[in-house]
């Protein structure tokens, strides 16, 4: 079974840094784009950064210059590199696959993570 799992989240001070891991287990052929995702207090889940399987980013003004995104594809694994913490950035991040491709050629659509949950506090 094809899933996400999601880790580094915890408790950071304002200015701190932390490192979101986000590795994609199962009988993986490739992943296309993915992305990491916050969720909004209407519980809405609002794009963070996103990154092609080629390597192409993407990101949320509010995180520029601050979030760095990556990903190994060898490992199946993206990462989230988060600098500069503020208080604002306190979430549930979680991890998405637009789309996942089996080792038996089945595609898996719009997959997602359980969640980590970043809080950012003196």
């Known amino acids: 079974q094809v899933q996400l799992v999601e880790s580094g989240g915890g408790l950071v001070q304002p200015g701190g840094s932390l490192r979101l891991s986000c590795a994609a287990s199962g009988n993986i052929f490739s992943i296309n784009a993915m992305g990491w995702y916050r969720q909004t207090p209407r519980k809405q889940r609002d794009l963070v950064a996103s990154?092609?399987?080629?390597?192409?980013?993407d990101y949320a003004d509010s995180v520029k210059g601050r979030f760095t995104i990556s990903r190994e594809n060898a490992n199946n694994t993206m990462y989230l590199q988060m600098n500069s913490l503020k208080p604002e950035d306190t979430s549930v991040y979680y991890c998405?696959?637009?789309?996942?491709?089996?080792?038996?050629?089945?595609?898996?659509?719009?997959?997602w993570g359980q969640g980590t949950r970043v809080t950012v506090s003196s």
């Open positions: 998405n696959a637009d789309s996942i491709r089996t080792a038996t050629m089945d595609v898996l659509f719009d997959v």
């Open positions: 990154i092609t399987s080629d390597g192409s980013t």
